[in-house]
Nanobody, 125 residues
Framework: QVQLVESGGGLVQAGGSLRLSCAASGATFTWYTMGWFRQAPGKEREFVATISRGDGSTDYADSVKGRFTISRDNAKNTAYLQMNSLKPKDTAVYYC??????????????????WGQGTQVTVSS
């Protein structure tokens, strides 16, 4: 099964940028649709973005569309989330996730079987 490790979180001022990375190991990365979710204090974990296996099609939450970009480098077994024009409301723990092998993009967190430990993103005003 795949193991996921996120990195790249930190503290940034509003309007700034961060790039999160999700390194995958233990399985064939190209088999897995990847997703990013986030969870702010006192709130449920919510969908941010997903990138499908195969054709690499993407989908975004409306709240991040036009500001965030999800991508994957299959040669490096890594998924990325480029976050631009960050806002204080983007503050959360960001989680990388993978669906079971050979499935396609989804916004639903219960359809993701594998999760990383999370990385904190804090945006100051």
């Amino acid at each position: 099964q795949v193991q996921l490790v996120e990195s790249g979180g930190g503290l940034v001022q509003a309007g700034g940028s961060l790039r999160l990375s999700c390194a995958a190991s233990g399985a064939t990365f190209t088999w897995y649709t990847m997703g990013w979710f986030r969870q702010a204090p006192g709130k449920e974990r919510e969908f941010v973005a997903t990138i499908s296996r195969g054709d690499g099609s993407t989908d975004y939450a409306d709240s991040v569309k036009g500001r965030f970009t999800i991508s994957r480098d299959n040669a490096k077994n890594t998924a990325y989330l480029q976050m631009n024009s960050l806002k204080p409301k983007d503050t959360a723990v960001y989680y990388c996730a993978a669906r079971r092998p050979l499935l396609y993009a989804s916004r639903l967190k219960y359809e993701y079987h594998y999760w990383g430990q999370g990385t904190q993103v804090t945006v100051s005003s």
